[in-house]
């Protein structure tokens, strides 16, 4: 199975503050990462799939990088609506694999 | 619009087999590049694939779940049905269900339901 790492497990930001939370990948996924954000008591939300691509209607202050095992989500100015929880997840191989989460909150 | 939801008992006792219905609407199930995938997450956890089937009836299961797990699809009703057999306290979770869009750099699942939440106690 592959093992998704995500560092850090949480953060405190401020309104404005650029936040990188980053996923690790135990083997080659090439760019079949995801990042998902979830706020308490919903479902997730996909964010950007394939690494980079953001999806429809996500805000372009979200943005993603990263190739083999080591992937990036940026977010370049917090908003109040991003304090939340963000999964990255891979669909490279069965089983399929979550990250354990960041979370995001107020500093 | 595509929308998705789940439906299913509160409560499952212990032992129980439970049956879990995700009735997707503003696509077809039978519908090229799609699949749909069950998730689920322990309060307080992380998210946790427990299976999908595509729309050629292909099927996938968590490897630590296949022995408990039966996915299924009725096309007539455009609904997804997962079992999970022999449950347990620790299956206390949430399950959601999510469209599963077909992509060749990573399937994605882009639209999820609210979740239903399960508990098993006796």
């Known amino acids: 199975d592959i093992e998704l790492t995500q560092s850090p497990s949480s953060l405190s930001a401020s309104v404005g503050d650029r936040v990188t939370i980053t996923c690790r990948a135990s083997?080659?996924?090439?760019?079949?990462l995801h990042w998902y954000q979830q706020k308490p008591g919903k479902a997730p939300k996909l964010l950007i799939y394939?690494?980079?691509i953001l999806q429809s209607g996500v805000p372009s202050r979200f943005s993603g990088s990263g190739s083999g095992t080591d992937f990036t989500l940026t977010i370049s100015a917090l908003r109040p609506e991003d304090f939340a929880t963000y999964f990255c997840?891979?669909?490279?191989?069965?089983?399929?694999?979550f990250g354990p989460g960041t979370q995001v909150d107020v500093k | 619009q595509v929308t998705l939801k789940e439906s299913g008992p509160v409560l499952v006792k212990p032992t129980e087999t439970l049956t879990l219905t995700c009735t997707v609407s503003?696509?077809?199930?039978?519908?090229?590049?799609?699949?749909v995938s069950w998730i689920r997450q322990p309060p307080g956890k992380a998210l946790e694939w427990l299976a999908h089937?595509?729309?050629?009836?292909?099927?996938t299961y968590s490897t630590s779940l296949k022995s408990r797990l039966t996915i299924s699809k009725d096309t007539s009703k455009n609904q997804v049905v997962l079992t999970m057999s022999n449950v347990d306290p620790v299956d206390t979770a949430t399950y959601y269900c999510?469209?599963?869009?077909?992509?060749?750099?990573?399937?994605?699942?882009?639209?999820w339901g609210n979740g239903t939440t399960v508990t098993v106690s006796s």
């Open positions: 999510a469209r599963t869009t077909l992509f060749y750099r990573g399937d994605y699942m882009d639209v």
């Open positions: 503003g696509v077809s199930l039978s519908s090229a590049g799609m699949a």
């Open positions: 089937i595509f729309s050629n009836d292909e099927k």
């Open positions: 083997h080659n996924i090439s760019d079949f």
């Open positions: 394939a690494s980079s």
């Open positions: 997840h891979q669909s490279y191989s069965t089983p399929l694999t």
